[in-house]
């Protein structure tokens, strides 16, 4: 699998997704498939999260291990910054009571949530709703047992050049936990998607 990265869970910002424990470290994994190193096409739809002790020592760099050609993501450090986070329409919370507005009516809602999002640049989520473009990855990945509202999100990452992430046509990856998995601390049993475009 792909090593997508860490977040000390100590270094989040008080009261930023409360239901995550709050000692150790959150490692994010998926797995990707290519032609050859760069030209990603698939992936996505395996994701691993490891939470791990973290002792006094320090972390340290390995080198990837040279049997394998995985997606090496280029080394950046991640800047944890708040913003305004709105479900998009198809969303079952809100969906309910949009249901009687015409699809057309839909834009200065999308507009909106594009507007507050503040910035074209990719724009990778620890929690917060989905960005998700076409359909809710939920809906179509992750309510065959659990009910969709039952599902978080807990990472997106976007299709990112400077970062190496560049998967599928414009992929972006989402990786749900269940609600109740989610206070408890518990990471293994995920749905993982890739949407492209």
């Known amino acids: 699998m792909a090593f997508l990265g860490q977040v000390r869970l100590a270094e989040l910002p008080r009261g930023y997704l409360p239901?995550?424990?709050?000692?150790?470290?959150?490692?994010?994994?998926?797995?990707?498939?290519?032609?050859?190193?760069?030209?990603?096409?698939?992936?996505?739809?395996?994701?691993?999260?490891?939470?791990l002790p973290l002792g006094r020592g320090r972390l340290e760099r390995r080198a990837t291990p040279r049997r394998q050609r995985p997606l090496v993501l280029r080394s950046a450090r991640v800047r944890l910054r708040g913003h305004a986070s709105l479900p998009a329409s198809e969303d079952t919370r809100v969906a309910a009571p949009l249901q009687h507005i015409a699809i057309s009516d839909f834009e200065p809602w999308f507009r909106f949530r594009e507007d507050l999002r503040g910035t074209r640049e990719p724009l990778h989520h620890l929690g917060g709703y989905a960005d998700f473009g076409q359909l809710d990855p939920r809906r179509w990945e992750c309510s065959r047992s659990v009910p969709v509202t039952k599902w978080r999100l807990l990472l997106q990452v976007e299709w990112d050049e400077p970062l190496g992430f560049m998967v599928g046509d414009g992929g972006v990856l989402f990786v749900h936990v269940r609600e109740s998995d989610l206070r408890a601390g518990r990471f293994d049993r995920l749905c993982s998607s890739l949407e492209q475009g």
Do not use: K, N, Q, Y
Not at 30 to 41: A, K
């Open 19 to 51: 239901e995550l424990p709050r000692a150790g470290l959150l490692s994010f994994f998926t797995d990707v498939e290519g032609e050859d190193p760069g030209s990603w096409l698939t992936g996505g739809r395996c994701s691993t999260v490891m939470r």
